[in-house]
T-cell receptor, first 113, second 114 residues
Framework: AQSVTQPDIHITVSEGASLELRCNYS??????LFWYVQSPGQGLQLLLK??????LVQGIKGFEAEFKRSQSSFNLRKPSVHWSDAAEYFC???????????FGSGTKLNVKP | DTAVSQTPKYLVTQMGNDKSIKCEQN?????MYWYKQDSKKFLKIMFS???????INETVPNRFSPKSPDKAHLNLHINSLELGDSAVYFC?????????????FGQGTRLTVV
């Protein structure tokens, strides 16, 4: 069965520190992988996506993610976090025909001044 | 221009009432979705439509009935509302046959059943 696991429910980092949010997926075929961000009271905004090719993908707001097939992971990273990055982050897998997207349970990021 | 728009943004209603949430996308996408986000922020797909045809129904109670009058609209009607229906409902759309597609989400409708 398809699933997405985000093992960290909450993460707190200091402003300027580096960040890594973990995501593991279970999917029988080639995964289409996404990271979305949700600010309080807002919808979901796409940060980046992986379909094929280079396993390190760059996204908006200075985020990047690396696809590791051997580990079934798609971790999100940012070298220096800004206070405005505080939000909820969701990893997702899209089925091959995009009939549905499976989401992880989210990681809430707090940023300390 | 808002790509995926939902109305209303907030909805407070009493148990037993019937309510509708509207969704429109101006992206020309063929596929639209309804997702439910519970109090723990978990996002679960409810329905998926492609060109006005239902293709996914994730064991949602019959009280929930989606309607797609055209491929740009996917409305959600809920009968006999229950307390457990309180959640944020997100509409989304995508274009599956387009390379590097993604799902675009609306701003959500926060439904509170009292």
């Amino acid at each position: 069965a398809q699933s997405v696991t985000q093992p960290d429910i909450h993460i707190t980092v200091s402003e300027g520190a580096s960040l890594e949010l973990r995501c593991n997926y279970s999917y029988g075929a080639t995964p289409y992988l996404f990271w979305y961000v949700q600010s309080p009271g807002q919808g979901l905004q796409l940060l980046l996506k992986y379909f094929s090719g280079d396993t390190l993908v760059q996204g908006i707001k200075g985020f990047e993610a690396e696809f590791k097939r051997s580990q079934s992971s798609f971790n999100l990273r940012k070298p220096s976090v800004h206070w405005s990055d505080a939000a909820e982050y969701f990893c997702a897998v899209g089925t091959y025909n995009f009939n549905k997207f499976y989401f992880g349970s989210g990681t809430k990021l707090n940023v300390k001044p | 221009d808002t790509a995926v728009s939902q109305t209303p943004k907030y909805l407070v209603t009493q148990m037993g009432n019937d309510k509708s949430i509207k969704c429109e996308q101006n992206l020309g996408h063929d596929t639209m979705y309804w997702y439910k986000q519970d109090s723990k922020k978990f996002l679960k797909i409810m329905f998926s439509y492609n060109n006005k045809e239902l293709i996914i129904n994730e064991t949602v109670p019959n009280r929930f009935s989606p309607k797609s009058p055209d491929k740009a609209h996917l409305n959600l009607h809920i009968n006999s509302l229950e307390l457990g229906d309180s959640a944020v409902y997100f509409c989304a759309s995508s274009q599956p046959d387009r390379l590097n597609t993604e799902a675009f989400f609306g701003q959500g409708t926060r439904l509170t059943v009292v």
